[in-house]
């Protein structure tokens, strides 16, 4: 069984028994941004630990009071700015934010560090906002230059050292509806990566074709988006006849679905063996092409 290693979400939360009048009411939906004045602006910043970072290493977002300069910052932000009604990150172009503070009965609970995975390389804007009623009184973001550094994906072949328990999770704090796993190994000469998405809110206890919808639907255009279009495709003729020219793998014919070639890796998307069975399951298989 391989292990799975996923990071922690980082957070202070405090449980403070209040009433209702006194928190206020969480807001959702800001349909109009009322901008206060200086004096009323909070001096809650976002800071994170790494300007350039590889994807699929993390990044970590921490918020600082501006005007703290003393030990344990980040943890007197609760105590301080309870009263805020909401307070949100995002990263430009995901139509997901994240909500730092949340309101629970008779509390509520209140985010200060978070750790994070980009999928792609680029510039991401990512922004903080915290409102007290529709009065926008936190305001900041960070920018983040993501490059990619790796043979496939952030895997270095001759790195990949054999050990079997190398199956780690990239969650995504929600920012997507799905997390990448990537498993890579070394078995004999044989040295390969797998890459996995899995859903958030499909189930997996039966079958279930919307997986593999889904999984087609994203597994493709992100591999293609990084190696560019495939060379081979499921209806090129004797593409299994290709794929075992280009890599150890042994598979059946019809598992082959796309071939990409990338400057030190041959790509493959496979339909795994349990496909028939399960109704889901594509994987992304990567080899070195030297």
């Not at 490059?147 to 969650?171: M, R």
């Not at 999984?215 to 060379?231: D, F, R």
Request: aromatic share 14%; glycine share 8%.
């Amino acid at each position: 069984m391989f292990k799975r290693i996923c990071f922690l979400l980082l957070s202070t939360c405090l449980l403070i028994s209040c009433s209702d009048k006194e928190l206020g009411l969480l807001v959702d939906e800001i349909e109009v941004e009322h901008l206060s004045g200086e004096d009323e602006k909070l001096p809650i910043t976002l800071v994170a630990d790494k300007n350039n970072q590889n994807f699929y290493e993390m990044v970590m977002f921490e918020l600082k009071d501006s005007t703290y300069n003393g030990p344990n910052g980040s943890m007197l932000i609760p105590l301080k700015y309870q009263n805020l009604d909401s307070l949100t990150w995002e990263v430009e172009g995901s139509a997901k934010k994240i909500y730092l503070v949340v309101k629970q009965s008779g509390g509520y609970r209140f985010t200060t560090a978070w750790g994070h995975y980009f999928y792609l390389p680029g510039n991401y804007k990512t922004y903080l906002k915290g409102y007290r009623g529709k009065d926008l009184v936190v305001k900041d973001s960070a920018t983040i230059y993501i490059s990619g550094d790796g043979d496939f994906l952030h895997v270095k072949w001759n790195e990949v050292n054999g050990d079997p328990n190398q199956n780690i999770g990239y969650a995504n704090n929600g920012t997507q509806d799905y997390e990448f796993q990537v498993y890579s190994n070394k078995i004999g000469k044989e040295i390969f990566s797998q890459l996995n998405v899995r859903f958030d809110q499909l189930d997996y206890r039966k079958f279930n074709p919307e997986i593999g919808k889904r999984e087609l639907e994203v597994l493709t255009p992100y591999i293609s988006a990084l190696y560019g279009e495939p060379k081979y495709v499921e209806t090129t003729k004797g593409i299994h006849v290709k794929f075992k020219k280009l890599f150890k793998k042994s598979v059946r014919a019809g598992q082959v679905i796309k071939i990409w070639l990338g400057k030190t890796s041959n790509i493959a998307l496979l339909k795994k063996d349990s496909w028939k069975e399960d109704g889901f399951g594509y994987e992304i298989h990567a080899e070195p092409n030297h």
